[in-house]
């Protein structure tokens, strides 16, 4: 039985910053592709990082030098660190995880978390 669980969102100012973690059950982090994603109100989910088997990472244009994806193999824990939060950020956070296929990933996510909200003002 597969389980993530997202934690760490909360309702900060402008400008403050918000570290995410997204503990796994049931799956090993570090042989899925692992993502965060992002939904606002009336907005359509976006892609915010990624981070693949071989720990590469990719971020979104709306987050890079703000964002940073990280993962810990040994807690088999996902994290997202917000900095210089932004009232666009506002949004429901969701982790993420995906069977690579053939090594590679292809953002078709198997499992994904709960959720946890982060609210800028």
């Known amino acids: 039985h597969v389980q993530l669980v997202e934690s760490g969102g909360d309702s900060v100012q402008a400008g403050g910053a918000l570290r995410l973690s997204c503990v796994a059950s049931?799956?090993?982090?570090?042989?899925?592709?692992m993502g965060w994603l992002r939904q606002a109100p009336g907005k359509a989910r976006e892609s915010v990082a990624t981070?693949?088997?071989?720990?590469?990472?990719t971020r979104a244009d709306s987050v890079r030098g703000r964002f940073t994806i990280s993962q810990d193999n040994a807690k088999n824990t996902l994290y997202l660190q917000l900095n210089s939060l932004e009232p666009e950020d506002t949004a429901m956070y969701y982790c993420?995880?995906?069977?690579?296929?053939?090594?590679?990933?292809?953002?078709?996510?198997?499992?994904w978390g709960q959720g946890t909200q982060v609210t800028v003002s």
């Open positions: 993420a995880a995906e069977a690579p296929r053939g090594g590679y990933c292809y953002d078709l996510y198997n499992y």
């Open positions: 049931g799956i090993t982090v570090s042989t899925f592709c």
């Open positions: 981070i693949e088997t071989d720990g590469s990472a």
